[in-house]
């Protein structure tokens, strides 16, 4: 990393979020990915989602492997339901490559979302010419959450979709919240 994109300040954020069997990229699969390319005021610039297909016997073996799954049985339906609509999996890196590329140019860009380093292992095993792409620095909302609970004692309620895109919604309007939050108590923050 030079230098000069070292110290660029970004203009843009690629907000990403990848729904899998569990978290281990080693043992587990993408199912899911939805990207939102936002500006600092969180204005949509390009948006992105996909399905990933996959034999639907490796699914179900690798759900059940995850007692998660069991307490969300409506997003593993679904999951299992869309597979055979899928794309590819380098069909979908090839799609993320062009988009980053048409909306950052040859600027490495900046991943955002929420426990975001989880996703980046993922990108980083199945997709490493996207991984390529993005910015060594991320913006994890995650971070956000443990300051603002643990110093400010403010719990922002975030419903549990667990869905690609409605979770990068609920990222962003939690940031957004916790940037209100300072906004409005600017005068009282220690």
Same mark, same amino acid.
């Given at each position: ?123 980083? *095993? =199945?997709?490493?010419?996207? /991984?390529? #792409?993005?910015?060594? !620095?991320?913006? +994890?909302?995650?971070?956000?959450? %443990?300051?603002?609970?643990? *110093? =400010?004692?403010?719990?922002? /309620?975030? #419903?549990?979709?667990? !869905?690609?895109? +409605?979770?990068?919604?609920?990222? %962003?309007?939690?940031?957004?919240? =916790? ?12």
């Amino acid at each position: 990393m030079n230098d000069k994109t070292k110290n660029s300040s970004p203009l843009k954020l690629l907000w990403m979020d990848l729904e899998m069997t569990n978290l281990d990229p080693n043992k587990d699969i993408i199912l899911e990915v939805a990207v939102e390319i936002t500006d600092f005021k969180f204005k949509t610039l390009a948006t992105y989602e996909a399905t990933i297909t996959h034999p639907k016997e490796k699914v179900l073996r690798l759900m059940a492997a995850n007692a998660w799954w069991q307490g969300f049985p409506e997003n593993r339906d679904e999951f299992v339901k869309k597979l055979e609509f899928g794309k590819p999996l380098g069909q979908v890196e090839k799609d993320l490559v062009a988009l980053v590329e048409a909306n950052f140019g040859s600027e490495p860009a900046y991943l955002a979302g929420n426990s975001i380093h989880s996703d980046r292992k993922f990108i980083a *095993k =199945y997709w490493p010419e996207l /991984d390529l #792409k993005l910015h060594y !620095r991320m913006l +994890d909302v995650s971070s956000f959450k %443990i300051l603002m609970q643990g *110093k =400010y004692g403010y719990f922002y /309620d975030k #419903k549990e979709v667990h !869905r690609a895109y +409605d979770d990068i919604q609920a990222s %962003i309007a939690e940031l957004q919240s =916790y940037l209100d939050y300072f906004k409005n108590n600017i005068n009282n923050i220690e």
